[in-house]
C-alpha cells in the first residue's frame, strides 16, 4: 500500500508526542480503566507503543504495550484469513456449502455457504442471546462438546444471504471446519500457519483463569469503582473470541496482512473483498474486519468485547498506518477511544453533533419496533425527544437529533448513531455501534 504523505508523517511524528500522551492518559482517568495499551505503527515503525495503569489491581503490575490482553471479537479476523488461505491454496471454496465439510450439522439450510458464515450473512441466531449458552459461557466446568450440543441447536431467523446480521455462531462453526481440514485444534492451526512463522508470541489461546505476570486481569465497574469480573469459559469461545495477545503483536499482524506477509495478494484482497446481498446493499463488513471508512479515508477494524476487556484494532491501508487500543475493563466503546486518537494523527477536528430542532410529529415518524435480526429495537418518543431501548448487552439511551434523519446518543454520540430512511418496502434505519454498520427494518 502506497505510504504516507510528507503531511501525514510531520503529523504521525508530531502528534505523538507530549500532547498525544497527555490525552491518552487522560482517557485512562476518564475511563476509570484500571490499565490500556496504546500502539500506533507507520508502515513497519513504531511510532508510539505505551502502557498506562496495572495490569492487575491486585499486584500492581503496570500495563506495557506487551502486556496480554483478551481480545474479544478482534480473534475473528484471525480465523478468517486462515480459511481465506485454505482457498487460495485450493483446499476449499468459500461458495461451497457448509455440511460438504461440516456434515454433522444438517439441521442448517443446504444453500448455506461458507462466505455467509464469514460475513454474517447466515441468519443462524446469536447464541449469546439463548439463555442455556450464556450460562455456559460463564461455567468454567462446561466442555466445548457441550457447546457444540447447544450450537447444533440454534435456529436460523433469515435464509442464507438475504441479510446481514451478527452472530458469534457463525465464527464457531468456523473453528470446527479448520479442525476438521487441518486435523489439529484450530488455535494450533493458527500458530503454525501465522503466530510463530510471524514472531507473534504473544498470541494464542486465553487460559480461563489468567496466572502469568504479563497476562492483564480482567475488570468491570462497579459501584465503588472498578472490581474483578466474571471469569468466562474459553472452551465455549473458540472461534468468535478467546484469543489473547498483546497490543504490539496486535499491532505487527495487520502490518503483516497489509504487507503481503501474513497472505498472498491474492488472499488478501480476498479478506476485504465486500460482498453486495440480492437486495442490492452493499456490506461494510468482510471476513471478520468492519469496512466502514474513517471518513474519506479507507479502514480495516474490529472491535473486541468481554465482561473484563474492551479493544479495538484499526489498520488505514492507503495511508500505512495501523492503531491498536487494549484495555481491562469492559463496557468501553474502544471503537470510539481509536477514532479520537486517529483524528490527532490526521490533523481531524471532532464531529460536530450539536443539536437540530425537530418538531415532535417529525420525531414520531420513526418511532415503532425495527429488526436487527440479532434482536429486535424499539424508538420511542419521551420528554420531546426519541429514545432507543435494545436488550442487553446492546444499549439504550435517549437520543439527539443532529440532522439529515440522524440521531445520536445523548451521551455517548461518538459510540451509538442512527440514521432512518424510507425505501419502497418500509421504513430503515442504520445504526453504527461498536464500529459495525448494522441495518434495522420495521
Sequence with gaps: MPGLTLGLLWAVAGMVDATFTNRVEAIVVERELPGMAVVVMDADRVVYAEGLGVADLATEEPVTADTVFQ???ISKQFLAAFVVDLEDAGRLSLDAPLRRHLPDFDQLPADLRLHDLL???SGIREPLFEADFAEGVEDLERSTAEMLFLLRRLPTD??????????????????????????????????????EPLGLSSLGACPSVPEGADEARGYRLGTDGPEPAPLENMAWLRGDGGLCGSARDVARWLRALDSGEALSDRARDRLWQRRTLADGTRLDYANGFSLLP??????????????????????????????????????????????????????????????VPIEPI???????????????????????????????????????????????AETEPDVLQFQFEYRPEGRRVRMRMAGMLWYGDD
Design 158 to 195: 433469515f435464509p442464507p444471504g438475504e441479510r446481514w446480521s451478527y452472530s458469534n455462531a457463525n465464527y464457531l462453526l468456523l473453528a470446527q471446519l479448520v479442525e476438521w481440514m487441518t486435523g489439529m485444534p484450530y488455535e494450533q492451526a493458527l500458530a503454525e500457519r501465522f503466530f
Design 294 to 355: 474513517f471518513g474519506e479515508r479507507a479502514k480495516f477494524a474490529h472491535n473486541g468485547a468481554a465482561p473484563g476487556f474492551s479493544a479495538s484494532a484499526a489498520l488505514y491501508p492507503f495511508d500505512d498506518l495501523v492503531i491498536v487500543v487494549l484495555g481491562n475493563l469492559g463496557d468501553v466503546p474502544m471503537d470510539a477511544l481509536e477514532r479520537e486518537l486517529a483524528r490527532r494523527l490526521f490533523l481531524q477536528p471532532p464531529p460536530d453533533y450539536r443539536a
Design 119 to 121: 460475513d454474517h450473512t
Design 71 to 73: 481480545l474479544g471479537s
Design 362 to 408: 417529525a420525531i414520531d415518524a420513526w418511532t415503532g419496533d425495527y429488526d436487527f435480526g440479532a434482536f429486535p429495537a424499539s424508538f420511542v418518543r419521551e420528554d420531546g425527544a426519541l429514545h432507543v431501548r435494545m436488550p442487553a448487552p446492546a444499549p439504550s439511551a435517549r437520543l439527539r437529533y443532529i440532522g439529515d434523519r440522524t440521531f445520536v
